[in-house]
């Protein structure tokens, strides 16, 4: 009786003493494939992060009359009035999509999800893009304001007028895209000396319309620029007109602060706009050129075009600064918004040439 109960004692010693080897064994195995899972996952973080430095770059600019020939085929006589303007367009808005990392504001996985300057940037050009569009299809393209507005122009602003945070069904790159080949179905139309129902119109005051619009966006990026700093504005919402009136009531005096986690977006998005617009006004230089060689205003539009260069000077610094106006350290906001205020300046100058007889 003894021997059976030892033997079933050794048995069970045995069959625990596997139990547990198997356990152990189990226990190495699930260790091992977290230790895998947890080196891929720092591995892709590494290289997320590498990738991410790579991405967060900002495009040069091109040459727009260069480009413009692209388009048309390397064909002179094609670039006949509005081209190089259409063309520019078209520049911009490829040069967004297919700059390094592509199209990075509808990104929902890393790096992508983590940046914020190059997406900002990328508002601050599409801005410009959907402005100088609907400018096109509202001015530019109709001599009168009871003529039918360009079929492509209108899709193309639709387009262009899309949500450029939407990842999937559709997609914001596939809305742009069409856009782009609705901009360059006109511009086949116009250059074609056989075709005429594309015209481009280069008066006076479709180039005043289309800067009024350049105007208020400038003075609202100089405002959200200035406000870097924080300050305390007088209400100046009426002045001007006693019978003025309002919807609500407003204090006299406003704190007017940027938050702090955006100020870098106000500042990249201004050098959005700004980049888009150099290659615009350039092109306007050149379409535009009898227009502003009677007004005798090439030189004003040329300087508006050196004070939007100098906001694409390197940023040498890892961060955007924000200094106070006088103090030790920079603050790169207000010295963007004085570049972007003196070509402002010399935008209304502007307009106000082109209304003189």
């Known amino acids: 009786m003894l021997k059976k109960v030892s033997g079933s004692v050794d048995g069970i010693k045995k069959f625990a003493e596997t139990r547990w080897l198997d356990f152990r064994g189990d226990i190495n195995e699930s260790n091992r494939w977290v230790k895998i899972g947890l080196t891929a996952l720092v591995v892709y973080f590494v290289i997320a992060v590498a990738v991410g430095f790579y ?15 692209t388009q048309v085929s390397q064909d002179e006589t094609q670039l006949v009035t509005g081209v190089i303007t259409t063309s520019s367009l078209v520049g911009v808005v490829d040069t967004m999509l297919h700059k390094r990392g592509g199209y990075l504001s509808n990104d929902i996985a890393p790096p992508g999800v983590w940046m914020d300057n190059v997406p900002n940037w990328e508002y601050g050009v599409l801005i410009q893009v959907r402005d100088l569009t609907k400018a096109m ?6 001599s009168q304001s009871q003529s039918t507005e360009d079929k492509d122009l209108a899709l193309a602003e639709s387009r262009f007028n899309f949500d450029n945070k939407s990842w999937l069904l559709p997609q914001t790159e596939g809305e742009y895209r069409e856009g782009m080949v609705f901009i360059q179905k006109y511009i086949q139309r116009l250059a074609d000396k056989e075709e005429h129902n594309a015209q481009f119109y280069a008066r006076a005051d479709n ?6 619009t350049v105007e208020t966006r ?27 009136q309002q919807a609500t009531r407003a204090p006299k005096e406003m704190d ?18 700004a980049w888009a617009l150099i290659h615009f006004l350039k092109a306007i230089e050149k ?3 009898d227009v502003l060689e009677k007004k005798n205003a090439r030189v004003s539009l040329q300087q508006i075009i050196r004070e939007l260069e100098a906001t694409q000077q390197p940023v040498y610094s890892p961060m955007i600064l924000n200094g ?6 920079a603050n790169h906001s207000l010295v963007m918004a004085s570049y972007i205020s003196r070509a402002n300046a010399a935008i209304i100058d502007l307009r106000e040439l082109l209304q003189q007889g």
């Open 137 to 142: 299809r509202e001015a530019f393209s109709r």
């Open 256 to 273: 007017i602060k940027t938050p702090w986690s955006k100020i870098d977006d106000v500042f990249y998005e201004a050098r959005g706009s």
């Open 324 to 329: 106070s106006g006088f103090g030790m350290l």
């Open 55 to 69: 991405w967060n770059f900002e495009p040069d600019q091109f040459a727009v009359r260069e480009y413009a020939l």
């Open 207 to 212: 180039l005043n319309y289309w800067l009024r």
């Open 218 to 244: 400038l003075g609202s990026l100089s405002q959200r620029l200035s406000a870097s700093v924080g300050q305390r504005r007088l209400n100046t919402d009426l002045a001007g007109d006693t019978a003025a």
């Open 287 to 289: 379409d535009f050129a």
